[in-house]
């Protein structure tokens, strides 16, 4: 895959805040996170979802008075975000890298003035190798191979193993946030890892034999703002949440190639999503839901678990959802119960015709 041209790095805000007894569906939010130096979460600045992003993930439910009525973030965050150190970083690199901004002389003033910060330096090293280790196991998901710590060492890491944690995490939570993958250690001993689909989908939106990328982040996305926002979510919605990492309708993304016909035709055709016209509207709109081959192949604690683990915080912090899901897995669990029994009546009412039939006449 080709590799993006360098951006200054975004991080992921971990503000998804616990639900209060009073707080319902419809106070789930989309905010865009903001620049935090101290975030531990990353996704590498080579892997920008847009020049506007500023979250590899934006799904963050948040409170009223975080967010206004119109989804701008509060006074309070944009001072918040234009004090971090990290955001007055990439306003220097940005203004440094600005072709014909300035002349020689300025420039090597600017140079003599400013020597480069160590840290910056060592900062801009990691993210690019965490982008180059995304790309090395995108390649490995795509031939399907088991991958060792110690190839990745060798064939990636090189000269900087002992950052490989921090770039072996950012990279494994990149993976998952933006491709819906997850790096999962299959052997402890060995340290080899599997890659397999977040939330236990088995579809990534990838062709036979398609050397694309797989686009299940985008459908994990949608997924959980269904689950955060009642379990139906118009359209309109879904598209001005998606515009917050850069997609827009009929706009081509370098990712997920043509969004529109991926959510509203691929992933209806795969029974991920229902796409249907709201009752009465005119003009026509529409909304989505889950398909049957989500709630078939995953689940709402699931993916409640999924959101909490990704703001390190736990799913019983969010007592409105997580009892919504707990009522979802009895269900699950009684409707299993019942398939089984009925498997079970079928089984024995087929062994018993065969016997008759079998049986010999007196």
């Not at 710590?149 to 000269?159: F, G, P």
């Not at 340290?191 to 994990?220: A, E, R």
């Amino acid at each position: 895959m080709p590799r993006p041209s360098k951006r200054p790095r975004y991080t992921l805000e971990q503000n998804l805040q616990p639900q209060s007894e009073t707080q319902g569906l419809e106070g789930a939010q989309l905010l865009v996170a903001e620049e935090e130096a101290s975030s531990s979460s990353t996704c590498s600045s080579s892997f920008p979802l847009s020049s506007s992003s500023s979250s590899c993930y934006p799904l963050i439910p948040s409170t009223p008075e975080e967010v206004s009525a119109t989804g701008t973030p509060s006074t309070s965050q944009s001072s918040r975000t234009s004090s971090s150190p990290s955001a007055a970083m990439a306003v220097s690199l940005s203004s440094n890298s600005a072709a014909g901004s300035s002349s020689p002389e300025e420039e090597g003033a600017s140079i003599s003035q400013t020597p480069p910060d160590p840290e910056a330096l060592l900062r801009d090293a990691i993210d690019d190798k965490v982008a180059d280790l995304v790309q090395f196991l995108l390649f490995k998901y795509q031939t399907k191979e088991l991958i060792t710590e110690a190839e990745m060492l060798t064939t990636v890491i090189k000269e900087y193993q002992d950052h490989f944690p921090v770039i072996f995490r950012e990279a494994s939570e990149c993976m998952q946030l933006v491709f819906g993958v997850d790096v999962k250690e299959v052997d402890p001993t060995n340290h080899s890892y599997v890659l397999t689909n977040t939330l236990g989908l088995t579809y990534d939106g990838m062709l036979s034999g398609d050397q694309g990328v797989p686009k299940t982040g985008i459908l994990i996305l949608i997924l959980s703002i269904i689950f955060l926002e009642g379990n139906c979510v118009p359209e309109e919605k879904i598209w001005k949440a998606l515009s917050v990492i850069g997609v827009y309708a009929g706009r081509e993304h370098f990712i997920y190639g043509e969004p529109q016909k991926l959510i509203t035709d691929d992933w209806v055709q795969e029974r991920y999503l229902d796409y249907r016209q709201v009752p009465n509207s005119n003009p026509a709109r529409y909304e989505f839901l889950w398909g049957p081959r989500t709630h078939a192949e995953t689940s709402k604690m699931k993916v409640l678990e999924f959101l909490a683990n990704v703001n390190g915080s736990d799913p019983r912090s969010f007592p409105l959802w997580y009892e919504e899901a707990l009522r979802d897995e009895d269900e699950r669990a009684q409707a299993s119960v019942v398939a089984m029994d009925v498997t079970t009546a079928m089984a024995s009412e087929s062994a018993r015709a065969v016997a008759s039939s079998s049986s010999c006449p007196e």
